[in-house]
């Protein structure tokens, strides 16, 4: 029986639209794996195996965000289970449909001792949208179809975002044994005709915010963070984004504009994180601001907001003035940005090979940036090319999974390059997820580029890094515990997973990513920089900014009353 319990959820999966699995070994869900493989040779499903559950977790989140569809991962019961936790997290803030089919011992044996058994219900209901525990049973009653699959179906839209907020979602498995079926091909009670779901999804219940009209004869600004949809923004309103937004036609204003303008009116979208300069815009009493929202279940800084706006209305144009401040503003900043990168030994960081990665990219590429300096660089040093899509795991920013859910973008789109920027201690956190079994597909289109500081060059930028902290007396805890110098032999781990390795220099990075698009196989491009210096390569940079503006490069804005909205 629990063959045909398994081959009923995985039906029921693929009749709700879900395409990729990610099989994690096991003994507990041997009957959901033999169905998959099944399903699987019948090209009906694409299957991957990976033995490490956190890594394959994230594989399936990096499949679901290059998608925009559900993606599963299949785990057995006990700490299998605990170890999704890092990309469920990930998925739960960034609103990521990712699914978690966790086979589990039968209820009636918790608490018993039994070996691999735990209460698996309870481990991740903080971070998921939903825990749909299954039908448990030895004998099937004449209800048990049907329950089943509505339930796979309900769990299924809760966590594509049919009934509010996409995220993850935990369909717990119970079953009485993990043998095999007795023949291959079990037959499984039938569901609906024409291979439709069990129940149809269809609409959202998100409960509409108040709307608002926003003048644009008035001094505005938007600025959009991961997840923005700006769809039903005008493209003449200018525009600071974060690099994982799709901005269209408009132009990215550099962060640092934000501080150098005062703007009578901000429009949030999506939730920006990278920048601190956008808290300090907010809270700047004579700026009035909103937050455009799609119905989430949080409210990015909340405390400097004051209308939320389900969608705002756009009425007007922005003044010639107001357009042509903020543009020279922007290319004098980038300007400025653009001669301090020039020079020899500020290239050799991680902020040049940014840049020349930017300069790299081609119409039609994918972009994994990874957490802490890669996409800060990426967003202050270059220009996005047009027709780039842009990655990264902003939901919580962290550094685990960035090497799996790359391997899961380059998956789920073959006909892409998907060049991943991470740093070192990024890399190394999660270079298991270069693994892969021989028998499964490896991605050939996939370049990681790893900017090699040999430590953990975003705290030389934070409030850490200032010279009272980081010189004497706290030089060395300094070292020890933030800038954490590492001797990981990066070429050797590539070695063991069988991936090719090249060392190359900032100078030649650009024609070593023309030669690995055609290398025909997944290869890491490490790039040795400079760590040191980095909190003194952007004072020259903002000295450089300011000495313009001061010399009449650019003009401030004199906005200072707030207003415009109603």
Same mark, same amino acid.
């Given at each position: 029986?629990?063959?045909?319990?398994?081959?009923?959820?995985?039906?029921?999966?693929?009749?709700?639209?879900?395409?990729?699995?990610?099989?994690?070994?096991?003994?507990?869900?041997?009957?959901?794996?033999?169905?998959?493989?099944?399903?699987?040779?019948?090209?009906?499903?694409?299957?991957?195996?990976?033995?490490?559950?956190?890594?394959?977790?994230?594989?399936?989140?990096?499949?679901?965000?290059?998608?925009?569809?559900?993606?599963?991962?299949?785990?057995?019961?006990?700490?299998?289970?605990?170890?999704? $936790?890092?990309?469920?997290?990930?998925?739960?803030?960034?609103?990521?449909?990712?699914?978690?089919?966790?086979?589990?011992?039968?209820?009636?044996?918790?608490?018993?001792?039994?070996? !691999?058994?735990?209460?698996?219900?309870?481990?991740?209901?903080?971070?998921?949208?939903?825990?749909?525990?299954?039908?448990?049973?030895?004998?099937?009653?004449?209800?048990?179809?049907?329950?089943?699959?509505?339930?796979?179906?309900?769990?299924?839209?809760?966590?594509?975002?049919?009934?509010?907020?996409?995220?993850?979602? !935990?369909?717990?498995?119970?079953?009485?044994?993990?043998?095999?079926?007795?023949?291959?091909?079990?037959?499984?009670?039938?569901? =609906?005709?024409?291979?439709?779901?069990?129940?149809?999804?269809?609409?959202?219940?998100?409960?509409?915010?108040?709307?608002?009209?926003?003048?644009?004869?008035?001094?505005?600004?938007?600025?959009?963070?991961?997840?923005?949809?700006?769809?039903?923004?005008?493209?003449?309103?200018?525009?600071?984004?974060?690099?994982?937004?799709?901005?269209?036609?408009?132009?990215?204003?550099?962060?640092?504009?934000?501080?150098?303008?005062?703007?009578?009116?901000?429009?949030?979208?999506?939730?920006?994180?990278?920048?601190?300069?956008?808290?300090?815009?907010?809270?700047?009493?004579?700026?009035?601001?909103?937050?455009?929202?799609?119905?989430?279940?949080?409210?990015?800084?909340?405390?400097?907001?004051?209308?939320?706006?389900?969608?705002?209305?756009?009425?007007?144009?922005?003044?010639?003035?107001?357009?042509?401040?903020?543009?020279?503003?922007?290319?004098?900043?980038?300007?400025?940005?653009?001669?301090?990168?020039?020079?020899?030994?500020?290239?050799?960081?991680?902020?040049?090979?940014?840049?020349?990665?930017?300069?790299?990219?081609?119409?039609?590429?994918?972009?994994?940036?990874?957490?802490?300096?890669?996409?800060?660089?990426?967003?202050?040093?270059?220009?996005?090319?047009?027709?780039?899509?842009?990655?990264?795991? =902003?939901?919580?920013?962290?550094?685990d999974g960035n090497v799996s859910a790359a391997v899961g973008a380059a998956l789920a789109a073959?006909?892409?390059?998907?060049?991943?920027?991470?740093?070192? $201690?990024?890399?190394?956190?999660?270079?298991?997820?270069?693994?892969?079994?021989?028998?499964?597909?490896?991605?050939?289109?996939?370049?990681?580029?790893?900017?090699?500081?040999?430590?953990?060059?975003?705290?030389?930028?934070?409030?850490?890094?200032?010279?009272?902290?980081?010189?004497?007396?706290?030089?060395?805890?300094?070292? =020890?515990?933030?800038?954490?110098?590492?001797?990981?032999?990066?070429?050797?781990?590539?070695?063991?997973?069988?991936?090719?390795?090249?060392?190359?220099?900032?100078?030649?990075?650009?024609?070593?990513?023309?030669?690995?698009?055609?290398?025909?196989?997944?290869?890491?491009?490490?790039?040795?920089?400079?760590?040191?210096?980095?909190?003194?390569?952007?004072?020259?940079?903002?000295?450089?900014?300011?000495?313009?503006?001061?010399?009449?490069?650019?003009?401030?804005?004199?906005?200072?009353?707030?207003?415009?909205?109603?």
């Amino acid at each position: 029986m629990p063959s045909v319990v398994a081959a009923i959820v995985v039906d029921e999966l693929i009749r709700c639209g879900v395409e990729w699995f990610i099989y994690c070994p096991g003994s507990r869900n041997g009957p959901l794996g033999f169905e998959l493989a099944r399903r699987a040779a019948g090209g009906e499903i694409r299957l991957q195996v990976r033995l490490d559950e956190r890594a394959a977790a994230f594989v399936a989140l990096g499949i679901a965000k290059s998608t925009g569809r559900p993606a599963a991962v299949v785990t057995t019961s006990g700490t299998a289970v605990a170890n999704l $936790l890092p990309a469920v997290t990930e998925a739960n803030y960034a609103g990521v449909p990712l699914l978690l089919v966790t086979a589990n011992r039968p209820p009636e044996v918790l608490g018993t001792g039994a070996s !691999q058994t735990v209460e698996q219900g309870e481990l991740l209901t903080s971070q998921v949208r939903h825990v749909q525990r299954l039908w448990s049973g030895d004998v099937l009653r004449p209800d048990t179809n049907g329950i089943v699959r509505a339930q796979v179906c309900r769990a299924v839209g809760l966590g594509a975002g049919r009934l509010g907020r996409p995220g993850p979602v !935990q369909i717990d498995v119970p079953l009485a044994s993990g043998q095999p079926p007795a023949a291959p091909g079990a037959v499984v009670p039938a569901g =609906r005709a024409d291979g439709a779901p069990w129940i149809r999804m269809t609409g959202r219940r998100d409960a509409p915010a108040a709307t608002c009209e926003i003048d644009l004869a008035l001094s505005t600004l938007v600025i959009a963070g991961d997840g923005a949809d700006l769809s039903g923004v005008p493209v003449p309103v200018p525009c600071m984004a974060e690099p994982t937004v799709d901005v269209g036609a408009r132009t990215r204003l550099h962060p640092w504009v934000l501080d150098y303008v005062r703007p009578h009116q901000v429009v949030v979208y999506g939730r920006p994180t990278l920048h601190r300069n956008v808290g300090r815009l907010l809270a700047r009493p004579e700026v009035t601001t909103v937050l455009a929202d799609a119905g989430g279940d949080w409210i990015y800084a909340a405390p400097d907001i004051e209308i939320l706006a389900a969608q705002p209305i756009y009425r007007g144009l922005p003044s010639t003035s107001w357009s042509d401040e903020l543009r020279v503003l922007d290319a004098t900043v980038r300007r400025q940005w653009a001669s301090v990168l020039d020079a020899a030994p500020h290239r050799a960081t991680g902020l040049g090979v940014a840049d020349t990665l930017l300069g790299a990219l081609r119409p039609g590429d994918l972009l994994w940036l990874g957490a802490s300096n890669p996409i800060r660089d990426v967003s202050l040093t270059g220009v996005l090319p047009t027709g780039v899509r842009v990655l990264s795991n =902003r939901g919580v920013a962290g550094i685990d999974g960035n090497v799996s859910a790359a391997v899961g973008a380059a998956l789920a789109a073959p006909d892409r390059t998907v060049i991943a920027l991470l740093g070192d $201690l990024t890399f190394a956190y999660d270079a298991s997820g270069l693994q892969s079994g021989r028998l499964e597909r490896r991605p050939d289109n996939l370049i990681i580029v790893v900017s090699n500081d040999a430590g953990g060059g975003i705290f030389e930028l934070l409030e850490q890094g200032h010279p009272k902290y980081k010189d004497a007396p706290y030089g060395d805890t300094f070292e =020890r515990i933030y800038g954490t110098p590492q001797d990981v032999d990066i070429a050797h781990l590539c070695a063991a997973y069988g991936v090719a390795h090249r060392v190359t220099g900032v100078s030649s990075l650009s024609a070593a990513v023309a030669d690995s698009r055609t290398a025909g196989a997944t290869t890491v491009l490490e790039v040795p920089v400079a760590r040191t210096g980095l909190r003194d390569l952007h004072a020259i940079a903002r000295r450089g900014v300011d000495d313009a503006l001061d010399s009449g490069a650019a003009a401030l804005i004199p906005a200072t009353t707030s207003g415009g909205v109603r």
